[in-house]
Every structure is written in C-alpha cells, then in structure tokens.
C-alpha cells in the first residue's frame, strides 16, 4: 500500500472513531442507561461497533486489504490477528494503527469541546483496552462488552443490592452522582456494586467457556478488565465516562 493511500486510510479511520465514539451507542440499548427491565445479566454482550468497525479498517490499512475483504474473512472465522499475518503484516501493526485512528479522533472531540480531556482519555484507553482483548478472537466473536453495556450491569447491580428502585437510580445518576454515593444511603458501598456486576459478567464468561468459545485464559484475562473497570465506575459521576454530561 503507497503512503499516500496508508495516510488516508488513517485519516478516514480517524473520522470513522471520532464518529462512532463520541455518543454512547444508546440506540443499541433500551432506556437513557439501557438497563434492563428485570435486572438479569445479558445473555450476550454486542460489543463495541467503533471497537470492531475501527479493527477493520486499521487491519485493511495494515495489510493493504479492501475492509470488505477482512469483513469477509470475519464471518469465515478468522481472527483480526490471523488476518493480519496472512497478507504480510501483524498484530503489532495493526494497533498501531488503531491507537492512531483512536487519538486523533480524541484529539478532535476535545478541539471541537464535544468532550473534556478527562473523558477523551477515559475512552481512548477503554477502546485500545478492548482491541486488544479481542484482537485473536475468532469472528470478533463473543464480543467484550461495549462501555454502555457495562453501564447497564452497575446500574442492574446497583438496583439488586441496594433496593432502590431503578428509576430514582437513573435520575441521580442524570444529576450526575456517583453509584457508592447512591447506595451509600441504603448502607451498602461501591465495592458491593462492583463485585455484584463482576459476578454476572463472570456467569457469562462462564458460559463461553464452556461453549468453548473462550479459553480459560481469555476468560480470566477478560474477567480482571471488567473488575477494574467496575471498580472505577462506582465513583464515576453519571456513569458517564462514555460521554460529556458529567466529566469525572
């Protein structure tokens, strides 16, 4: 691939992130925080489009492929990484790519005061965090869970530890408080949240294992990113790191 077309493949990867990650994929989701009606965890996480569209088009960039080509060899089963590896290039190079595509489209969204720095930085490093969870993974499939689906864990957590009805969850999360200062009122923590959402993530995790649709390593390589993520959005204002209303 010349230089010239390398530069705007990223240059297109750019504006296709910057498009994607700005505005929570709510539309995917059901309700202002997607949570669900019952409060019983997913059956499947759909995963991040920005995180898999943005995979295609770094690897098309690296390999000197037509992003229709590596979607095709997606649905055959391949892994972006073996992908990669077939048509010259590797791993290493496609995230390179994707980590550039992802900056810059952060550097925008702050240029333009679409997000404070604070949470262009939270998810840049969620989106490279997830890509690399999923770079050997098979068809991108299972999918890691996108930020909005994690939200809709916490809060699903949030209504079964504290008993606080979903709505009053939603509206002080709209006014841009915290989970652990929420549940707080009914003497639990933040810490109790975390680990409830962690345990449905986990049952899930589980299943995939034993569908042999993860190893036991990327299981629990998965698991420790979804804990520390919980951890941090108990004290996150809003739940809001996927977007601008409530900056931490």
Known sequence: MGRKRVGLALAALAV???ALMIVP???????PHGD????QPPAQFHG????HKGLVAATAAASGQRSRMVRNQLKQGKSIEQIAQAAGSNAT???????????????????????????????????????RLQLDQPGLTPAFPDLHEVHVLMISAAVRQSGIPRPTIRAELESCKNLSTI?????KTGTDVAS??????????????AAGKLTAAQRDEWRAAFG???GNMINTPGLHVAGKECAP
């Not at 994929?25 to 309700?31: E, I, L, S, T, V």
């Not at 549940?183 to 003497?187: D, K, Q, S």
């Not at 409830?196 to 294992?209: C, F, G, R, Y």
């Open 16 to 18: 296709l992130l910057g």
């Open 25 to 31: 994929a709510r539309a995917q989701h059901q309700g």
């Open 36 to 39: 669900h009606q019952q409060g």
């Open 48 to 51: 991040d489009p920005a995180v």
């Open 93 to 131: 190079d496609v995230l390179a790519r994707f980590d550039q595509g992802i900056d810059k489209a952060m550097q925008r969204a702050v240029a333009k005061q679409r997000l404070p720095q604070s949470v262009a930085d939270s998810r840049a490093a969620w989106f490279k965090q997830s890509a």
């Open 183 to 187: 549940v707080a009122t009914r003497g």
């Open 196 to 209: 409830d959402a962690s345990a449905q993530a986990d049952k899930l995790l589980d299943t995939w294992v």
């Open 228 to 230: 520390k993520t919980a």
